[in-house]
């Protein structure tokens, strides 16, 4: 069974930071390349970031570049993503998703002052 399990998210104030994990199982998670998906209240899903499956090439939204960063450790079979000067418009449910297929149950992150 497919499992994305995603934590780490929370109420923070503006500028601040938060971590977010996936933790991946049920599949062969080192050959995926793993997204991170928003969806704040009363929006569309907005892609934040890729990370290949070896971990050496990243991308982001334009939106997020340069605070966010994403990372994996394919040894515990898991996916970050460090967000740093967060922003009210970064409130958001964050999904991990894998090879474009698989998706976690979200993490809520609340950034209010």
């Known amino acids: 069974e497919v499992q994305l399990v995603a934590s780490g998210g929370g109420l923070v104030q503006p500028g601040g930071s938060l971590r977010l994990s996936c933790a991946a199982s049920g599949f062969a998670f080192s050959i995926n390349t793993m997204d991170w998906v928003r969806q704040a209240p009363g929006k569309g899903l907005e892609w934040v970031s890729s990370?290949?499956?070896?971990?050496?090439?990243?991308t982001y939204a334009s939106s997020v570049k340069g605070r966010f960063t994403a990372s994996r450790d394919n040894a515990k079979n898991t996916v970050y993503l460090q967000m740093n000067s967060l922003k009210p418009e970064d409130t958001a449910v964050y999904y991990c998703?894998?090879?474009?297929?698989?998706w976690g149950q979200g993490t809520q992150v609340t950034v209010s002052s």
């Open positions: 998703k894998a090879g474009g297929r698989y």
């Open positions: 990370v290949s499956s070896g971990g050496y090439r990243t």
